[in-house]
Nanobody
Framework: QVQLQESGPGLVKPSQTLSLTCTVS??????????WSWIRQPPGKGLEWMGL???????YYSPALKSRTSIARDTSKNQFSLQLNSVTPEDAAAYYC???????????????WGKGTLVTVSS
């Protein structure tokens, strides 16, 4: 059973950097044909895909967030992380990490989700 657990501060001040970590168990983040993604959902709104890192370490980002987003991994800890720079109150959301079926640079859907972590942006 694959499990993903998000962790990080629940409160970030405007203009600062939001940093979250996803710890994966039950699978290796270097396992072939999977990618590891960050997705968020602001209150009252739909899901927004932010980006992913593949099993080879290649990253892809949402064009809307690319200038502020960085996804990295620590294979020794089986973790991947999200950094979102220059946050505003509009970045307040529930943030989820997820595993994606990945082959040939194509996404074949999410098969596992973390439970999510709520991030508030406020001074």
């Amino acid at each position: 059973q694959v499990q993903l657990q998000e962790s990080g501060p629940g409160l970030v001040k405007p203009s600062q950097t939001l940093s979250l970590t996803c710890t994966v168990s039950g699978d290796s983040i270097t396992s072939s044909n999977y990618a590891w993604s960050w997705i968020r959902q602001p209150p009252g709104k739909g899901l927004e895909w932010m980006g992913l890192i593949t099993y080879t370490g290649t990253t892809y980002y949402s064009p809307a967030l690319k200038s502020r987003t960085s996804i990295a991994r620590d294979t020794s800890k089986n973790q991947f992380s999200l950094q979102l720079n220059s946050v505003t109150p509009e970045d307040a959301a529930a943030y989820y990490c997820a595993r994606i079926l990945w082959s040939g640079s194509s996404d074949y859907g999410i098969d596992y989700w973390g439970k999510g972590t709520l991030v508030t942006v406020s001074s």
